[in-house]
């Protein structure tokens, strides 16, 4: 929008589409994937441009993102000793850098710091670029090939990025980012220790009950040898194994 102030400003949103997949930054119009885990295939937005003037305009495209399940492999990550808000305002300009350097075509993944608190996105001086590279037949070139050539310009690298940023700049290539953990892993592991508690709570019961059962058979086996040793009449116990009067009869008092 070539208009000044009010007018001028831009934010983005997405009014259509699958959006429960994807998001958006309001200030740059950058998409990025929010539940794509595990899928792959073409998806289909509505993004919205809106000026703030007091008669906002807006204008609607459609934007058909694709995801390729295999490119989580080839992902490289440049950790950049900047703030992650300002590299996020410079992410083309990054971008470009790279290209220009590297010599293939480069798209920016994710831009990541480990604060998420707001606060911190403006102090924490480290922030991760996961990038993928994309040679001139558009195959993915892979991560090893990636990591080597940033290795080797990485000087040239850093001086071009401290024209973005005004300042000096270190780049150095991290591991890349591990695969996330299938839903259906996450389900089998929290299945199988749902089952191990049952089972532990099982066992502990029924040894409770073993135990509970053994103090009371205890306990009656010294009433019953408290009763038998008060009876002093051998004749107070009839066929039936009931107890009888324990006065004798008459004919043995003769």
């Known amino acids: 929008d070539p208009d000044s102030g009010d007018n001028g400003l831009l ?10 997949e994807f998001d958006i ?79 293939w075509n480069v798209y920016v993944v994710n831009i990541y710091s480990k604060e998420f608190e707001r606060k911190a996105r403006s102090s924490t001086d480290e922030t991760e670029v996961w990038i993928i590279a994309f040679d001139e037949a558009h195959q993915e070139v892979p991560a090893e090939d990636v990591k080597r050539k940033l290795q080797e310009q990485k000087a040239a690298i850093e001086q071009e990025l401290e024209k973005v940023f005004s300042a000096s700049v270190s780049a150095a290539v991290a591991e890349a980012p591990a695969a996330p953990t299938s839903p259906e892993l996450v389900a089998t592991i929290v299945l199988g220790v749902l089952l191990a508690l049952t089972f532990i709570a099982f066992l502990a019961y029924i040894l409770l009950d073993l135990k509970r059962k053994r103090k009371y058979g205890k306990q009656d086996l010294v ?11 051998p004749w107070a116990v009839d066929k039936n194994g009931s107890l009888k009067s324990l ?3 008459e004919h043995m008092n003769n």
């Open 25 to 103: 930054n309001e200030h740059t119009g950058q998409i990025f994937t929010v539940s794509v885990a595990g899928k792959a295939g073409a998806f289909n937005l509505e993004v919205q441009a809106a000026d703030q003037g007091t008669r906002r305009l807006t204008a609607w495209t459609t934007v058909t993102v694709t995801v390729d399940a295999s490119s989580s492999s080839n992902i490289v990550m440049l950790v950049l000793n900047q703030k992650i808000n300002v590299v996020e305002r410079n992410s083309a300009e990054v971008q470009r850098a790279l290209e220009d350097k590297l010599g």
């Open 11 to 20: 934010l983005y949103s997405l009014v259509g589409g699958q959006t429960d």
């Open 223 to 233: 009433k019953k040898v408290e009763i038998v040793e008060g009876i002093d009449n």
């Open 247 to 249: 006065e004798k009869p």
